[in-house]
């Protein structure tokens, strides 16, 4: 081997060596965590209740009969605008109105039983005052037994006398209640708006509106000139709803335009205890929310599906960091659990456990991340407001979710290159 050979290996031996020990040292280096990094600045934040539910007028009524039959006249369609005690129907009257015709004869037989009695007991009176005069002026013609007798008869026909006028009064009551029974054949409208709903037609039989309520509703009659929008909200969201609230509806009908309304009554019971009794342990809890529309369009009909955002608090101005930024680690030994804030999720309070507080991760000149704990406010769309813990123009890892789950303190990190073109396209498909 000669001289030249032996130098040309030993420098391909150096070169090699060299190249290991700066991967050694490169794969020995702490790798750099790609991250987003933002800086701490004021916003305005909104916050905010999203929940669903139907359009309805403030003031309906369902229109049920009191007494069964057929119906022979239907004055009014459906659409119509009537008044409040305009005719809208009317129940075959035959049988109601042959009961008033029983009712009337029996209180005039009442009324001649009376008068029959009174005579009686009027005779009867008159006969005793008789015999004591006699027996007064002549004892040996009346004898005590007679008089006793007399007497008698006037208490028994003054008692007669007494139930013939209850019995007038009771046939007069039966007469009230058959031309009432009759008086409920004919319906009329209890207030004005437009009939919404009509469930009959003519010749259909009408039952008692005690025997179903669902099955006896005739009609609906509904006040349009103030409509409101019904909306469910969960029970961990209706304690920061207030009555005056403001709220952007969306009504799916008009999905090009909004609309504004106001908070006027929050239930004070659920809505699945109302209608199951009591709400199971596993079963959703929601309480309805009543909104008045702040004028609707004229095209808007009762139970249109509509959104409803209600506004719970407002701040402008205010210091304010992503949501997704905020995550919750140990004071004295940060773990690496998955602890972020998911996106649209309320903030956990502050002390979550013994140790447990929720912070963010501040980025140094050095580009390492140090947990800061920090207090927050409310929570806006994407942002909660900053009350303490950071100051304005601080840089914090504002994302992803997966990096601030794994992040550590004292961690090294950089900002994350922007997707590109083909990236943003698998994204997006």
Same mark, same amino acid.
């Given at each position: 081997m000669t001289?030249?050979?032996?130098i040309g290996i030993a420098v391909v031996v150096v070169a090699a060596l060299?190249?290991?020990?700066?991967?050694?040292?490169?794969?020995?280096?702490?790798q750099a965590a790609e991250v987003r990094i933002e800086a701490v600045e004021a916003r305005d934040l909104v916050a905010s209740v999203t929940a669903s539910g139907k359009i309805q007028p403030r003031t309906k009524v369902d229109v049920s009969a009191d007494v069964t039959g057929k119906i022979v006249r239907l004055a009014v369609k459906e659409g119509d605008m009537v008044t +409040?005690?305009?005719?809208? %129907?009317?129940?075959?009257?035959? *049988?109601? =109105?042959?009961?008033?015709? +029983?009712?009337?004869?029996? %209180?005039?037989?009442?009324?001649? *039983?009376? =008068?029959?009695?009174?005579?009686?007991?009027?005779?009867?009176?008159?006969?005793y005052e008789r015999l004591r005069s006699i027996q007064s002026a002549t004892p040996t013609l009346v004898s005590v037994e007679e008089v006793e007798q007399a007497k008698t008869a006037t208490e028994v026909n003054a008692a007669q006398l007494e139930a013939a006028r209850y019995s007038v009064e009771q046939s007069n009551a039966n007469l009230r209640d058959a031309k009432q029974s009759l008086s409920r054949t004919t319906i009329v409208a209890p207030m004005s708006g437009k009939i919404t709903r009509l469930r009959v037609q003519e010749g259909e039989v009408a039952i008692m509106g005690t025997l179903n309520k669902d099955a006896?509703?005739?009609?609906?009659?509904?006040?349009?000139?103030?409509?409101?929008?019904?909306?469910?909200?969960d029970e961990t969201d209706v304690a920061r709803v207030k009555i005056g609230d403001s709220a952007v509806v969306q009504i799916d009908a008009f999905n090009d335009t909004t609309f504004y309304g106001r908070v006027v009554e929050i239930s004070n019971s659920s809505v699945s205890?109302?209608?199951?009794?009591?709400?199971?342990?596993?079963?959703?809890?929601?309480?309805?929310?009543?909104?008045?529309?702040?004028?609707?369009?004229?095209?808007?009909?009762p139970d249109f599906s509509a959104t409803a955002k209600i506004i719970t608090d407002t701040r402008l101005k205010v210091l304010s960091i992503p949501i997704i930024a905020l995550t919750v680690r140990e004071n004295e030994s940060l773990k690496t659990e998955d602890t972020a804030v998911a996106v649209g999720r309320a903030?956990?309070?502050?002390?979550?456990?013994?140790?447990?507080?929720?912070g963010v991760f501040v980025v140094g000149t050095d580009n390492k991340v140090t947990f800061r704990p920090v207090k927050v406010g409310i929570a806006g769309e994407r942002h909660f407001e900053v009350l303490s813990g950071i100051k304005a123009g601080e840089n914090i890892v504002a994302g992803t979710y997966q990096a601030i789950r794994d992040l550590k303190d004292g961690a090294l990190v950089r900002t994350a290159p922007p997707p590109t073109d083909a990236t943003a396209k698998g994204k997006t498909s």
């Open positions: 001289k030249g050979v032996k060299s190249g290991l020990a700066f991967v050694g040292a490169k794969r020995s280096r702490p +409040r005690g305009q005719f809208l %129907l009317q129940i075959d009257p035959e *049988q109601p =109105a042959a009961a008033v015709q +029983r009712a009337e004869a029996a %209180l005039a037989s009442a009324k001649a *039983q009376e =008068a029959q009695t009174r005579a009686n007991s009027i005779q009867a009176t008159r006969n006896a509703t005739l009609l609906t009659i509904a006040d349009l000139s103030v409509y409101e929008t019904k909306v469910r909200v205890a109302t209608a199951s009794g009591a709400a199971s342990a596993d079963q959703a809890v929601d309480f309805e929310v009543k909104i008045e529309l702040i004028n609707p369009p004229v095209d808007t009909r903030a956990p309070a502050k002390q979550i456990g013994r140790t447990d507080v929720e």
